[in-house]
């Protein structure tokens, strides 16, 4: 088996596993989904603990402490994947699946669209076209809803908010992994406490089965996170982004199949333009990775007065703006 076709199923186990939490979070109903969130922030850092230890990652972690800038940009990153978290876990624990999925599907357009509002990007006519079907999408739901379609909104937007967070920190997936969640621990512990002093708590009350599912909201996210790491040295980037698109996928199958949410002709009409905006950024993404390719392929001669306008492998882009 080739490394890449390797990576490739490394990639698809990471990303279906990531998709079938959906399923994790109600087993451990009754605890509610703010308790949930607790334990998760709990026992989080113990699960990345033991992976720095297993790796030899404790040179990095602490090099890593010693970056006060570095180290704002991760608790900003913590914040933001806490409220997204929090968010994913009230919907996959409250009827809102199919929601959740809508969310993850719209952060790509989120995330190209933050590229131009924050770091001024430049988009061909192909991304503006996908950012259009993906607002249209939006405005549909929120017609259908009677409201904005918060969970999904706010869903993409703290993702894609932690992205360009994660994209200006100078470090590893584990080492920054283990700053994030460190970050939330005092305050889990906190509301992990006060639950427990009042007699509000349901971990370690209910059952066996419901402490060890409330311990393994830590750990949950562990596998996934490893597989994707393996995965992430031995494919290309441009496939890692076209992966990534399973979750939303397996999410929506949960929520259509398994929770049997309701799909009104809103709803699936919403779907329909943000599919039609992903199949249009991603073909343009795959268009400008054949060129590169293609390039690299061909003998390099000298650069004429008339090749200015070209990208970055020497071929002319037939999408770039003027």
């Known amino acids: 088996m080739s490394v890449v076709r390797r990576g490739v199923l490394l990639g698809v186990a990471a990303y279906v596993l990531w998709g079938l939490s959906a399923l994790y ?18 026992w989080s850092p113990v699960a990345i603990a033991l992976l720095v230890l297993a790796l030899g990652r404790r040179r990095q972690v ?35 699946v199919v929601d959740a999925s809508l969310g993850y599907f719209i952060t790509p357009l989120v995330s190209v669209a933050l590229g131009v509002a924050v770091f001024g990007e ?5 991304q503006w076209t996908a950012i259009g079907l993906g607002a249209a999408a939006v405005i549909v739901l929120a017609i259908g809803y009677g409201g904005p379609p918060w969970i999904a909104v706010g869903l993409a937007l703290t ?3 932690y992205g360009m967070i994660k994209k200006r920190v100078a470090a590893g ?14 305050l889990a512990l906190a509301y992990t406490v006060w639950l427990q002093a009042t007699g ?25 996170m490893l597989l994707f790491g ?31 949410e309701s799909m009104p002709g809103s709803r699936w009409a919403a779907f329909g333009l943000l599919w039609a905006g992903l199949a249009v950024l991603s073909a343009g993404g795959l268009r400008r990775r054949d060129r590169r390719r293609d ?25 770039a703006r003027p």
Not at 215 to 224: K, Q, T
């Open 62 to 96: 602490a090099a890593l402490l010693r970056r006060p800038r570095d180290l704002l940009l991760l608790t900003l990153a913590s914040t933001l994947t806490s409220i997204n978290w929090a968010l994913f876990i009230w919907a996959t624990m409250n009827g809102h």
């Open 200 to 224: 509000q708590a349901t971990f370690g009350h209910v059952s066996v089965a419901n402490t060890l599912l409330g311990i393994g909201a830590g750990f949950v996210m562990v596998v996934p």
């Open 295 to 319: 390039a690299a392929r061909r003998p390099v001669r000298p650069r004429s007065a008339r090749s200015s306008r070209t990208d970055a492998s020497g071929v002319p882009d037939p999408e």
């Open 173 to 186: 997936a584990v080492e920054g992994l283990m700053v994030e969640t460190a970050v939330v621990f005092p």
């Open 25 to 42: 979070w109600p087993l451990v109903e009754p605890t509610g989904s703010l308790e949930v969130l607790a334990l998760r922030g709990l």
């Open 122 to 126: 430049r988009l061909s006519a192909r």
């Open 230 to 260: 393996a995965a992430a040295t031995k494919i290309p980037l441009s496939l890692t982004g076209m992966l990534q698109y399973i979750e939303p996928i397996v999410q929506f199958l949960i929520g259509l199949l398994v929770f049997k």
């Open 159 to 161: 993702f894609g908010g």
